[in-house]
T-cell receptor, first 112, second 112 residues
Framework: DGGITQSPKYLFRKEGQNVTLSCEQN?????MYWYRQDPGQGLRLIYYSQIVNDFQKGDIAEGYSVSREKKESFPLTVTSAQKNPTAFYLC???????????FGSGTRLTVV | DQQVKQNSPSLSVQEGRISILNCDYTNSMFDYFLWYKKYPAEGPTFLIS?????DKNEDGRFTVFLNKSAKHLSLHIVPSQPGDSAVYFC???????????FGQGTRLTINP
């Protein structure tokens, strides 16, 4: 059964620590995306990748980093440079854009 | 610069009546539009889409209307059911942009 998996569902970290959010898909999709959801602001694009070993910054990339070493995986690292890291993070993938995205179930990150 | 706007943060509708969710966009290069539905602590799921060459697309209880001259689209749900209570996101993409732009979302509540 194909899908996109984000783990963990809930994550707590102390301020100043880097944290990596996992995103894995077995849909054979080329493109993968990371979005952040904050109340009243919708979904904002952090990073995206069209092919392996290539990725582009989205609208709010500062304080984040990604890698795309495998087609199936697109991990997101929230660094200590991110000013307001507490949010709900969504990973998505797509075969072609006119088919829309398939989203994971999200990771809620809380930094204390 | 919010290219896709959903100006109503929330909407409350009686069960069985019609729900109308609105979305405005500013980028005339957008040529494909999608609606996603999101429950709390879950990823958004694709609902319905429309290409800019059409002005209407229907799928069961869901109909999306596109008015290109007004740069406006709307999602009609009829009849509304309690399970429709969720946050609805409008999204748009332009050919070659390789990414979706989302609105802020509208929280729909269906009252029994």
């Amino acid at each position: 059964d194909g899908g996109i998996t984000q783990s963990p569902k809930y994550l707590f970290r102390k301020e100043g620590q880097n944290v990596t959010l996992s995103c894995e898909q077995n849909l054979n999709h080329d493109a993968m995306y990371w979005y952040r959801q904050d109340p009243g602001q919708g979904l904002r694009l952090i990073y995206y990748s069209q092919i392996v070993n290539d990725f582009q910054k989205g609208d709010i990339a500062e304080g984040y980093s990604v890698s795309r070493e495998k087609k199936e995986s697109f991990p997101l690292t929230v660094t200590s440079a991110q000013k307001n890291p507490t949010a709900f993070y969504l990973c998505a993938s797509s075969l072609q854009l006119n088919y829309g995205y398939t989203f994971g179930s999200g990771t809620r990150l809380t930094v204390v | 610069d919010q290219q896709v706007k959903q100006n109503s943060p929330s909407l409350s509708v009686q069960e069985g009546r019609i729900s109308i969710l609105n979305c405005d966009y500013t980028n005339s290069m957008f040529d494909y539009f999608l609606w996603y539905k999101k429950y709390p602590a879950e990823g958004p799921t694709f609902l319905i889409s429309i290409s800019s060459i059409k002005d209407k697309n229907e799928d069961g209880r869901f109909t999306v209307f596109l008015n290109k001259s007004a740069k406006h689209l709307s999602l009609h749900i009829v009849p509304s059911q309690p399970g429709d209570s969720a946050v609805y996101f409008c999204a748009a993409e332009s050919q070659g942009a390789q990414k979706l732009v989302f609105g802020q979302g509208t929280r729909l509540t269906i009252n029994p």
